[in-house]
């Protein structure tokens, strides 16, 4: 069964960066394509910005022009590089598969901004 472990999240102020990472328990960024969500208060977590196996991308509109996906081969970890981040992007961020192929979620990483 996937498993993923996130990384790299923090507090951290209002402009400021943060780089999230992911490790999945295999070498699946060949068979997948790959995505962080956001867990938003009451509703299913929901998708920030996707990474195709192809390697095109695309991003929800409000972290257009400040989050960059990506992954690492041979480190085999995917990569979420957010900036100028603002309170609104403050949750709990998870990566998975796009779409998710599974039930299983790791423990993800806060991330909080605030001043």
């Known amino acids: 069964q996937l498993q993923f472990v996130e990384s790299g999240g923090g507090l951290v102020q209002p402009g400021g960066s943060l780089k999230l990472s992911c490790t999945p328990s295999?070498?699946?960024?060949?068979?997948?394509?790959m995505a962080w969500y956001r867990q938003v208060p009451g509703k299913q977590r929901e998708s920030v910005a996707t990474?195709?196996?192809?390697?095109?991308?695309i991003y929800k509109d409000s972290v257009k022009g400040r989050f960059i996906i990506s992954r690492d081969n041979a480190e085999n970890t995917l990569y979420l590089q957010m900036n100028n981040l603002s309170r609104e992007d403050s949750d709990t961020y998870y990566c998975?598969?796009?779409?998710?192929?599974?039930?299983?979620w790791g423990q993800g990483t806060q991330v909080t901004v605030s001043s």
């Open positions: 990474l195709f196996i192809n390697g095109r991308t």
């Open positions: 998975h598969t796009a779409p998710p192929r599974s039930d299983s």
């Open positions: 295999g070498r699946i960024f060949g068979l997948y394509h």
